[in-house]
């Protein structure tokens, strides 16, 4: 059974930091890209950050400088480092897990999610 239980996520002020945690288990780890999507209420859902099994990062424009995307393979675990965080990143954030084959994507998986808010 795959499960991606996401953890860290909170209330924090304008400015302040987060980390949030993707366990996940049921897959071979370290053949997956690992991804960050958020989705606000009232908007569709965003990709945050991407992080492709050989470890190459990117980052939506929004975030670019303020997150770090890094994985661990050992623990199976993807982590989402969030600095400088302003109230419109307030949103559940969701870890997704994806394994490409060439052009197709063989299989995914998302976690349950975990919410942040941050005040002004």
């Known amino acids: 059974q795959v499960q991606l239980v996401e953890s860290g996520g909170g209330l924090v002020q304008s400015g302040g930091s987060l980390r949030l945690s993707c366990a996940a288990s049921?897959?071979?780890?370290?053949?997956?890209?690992m991804d960050w999507y958020r989705q606000a209420p009232g908007k569709q859902r965003e990709l945050v950050a991407t992080?492709?099994?050989?470890?190459?990062?990117n980052y939506a424009d929004s975030v670019q400088g303020r997150f770090t995307i890094s994985r661990d393979n050992a623990k199976s675990t993807v982590y989402l480092q969030m600095d400088r965080l302003q109230p419109e990143d307030t949103a559940v954030y969701h870890c997704?897990?994806?394994?490409?084959?060439?052009?197709?994507?063989?299989?995914?998986?998302w976690g349950q999610g975990t919410q942040v808010t941050v005040s002004s």
């Open positions: 049921g897959i071979h780890f370290r053949h997956y890209g």
């Open positions: 992080i492709t099994d050989g470890g190459n990062a």
């Open positions: 997704h897990a994806s394994y490409v084959v060439g052009a197709v994507r063989v299989s995914d998986y």
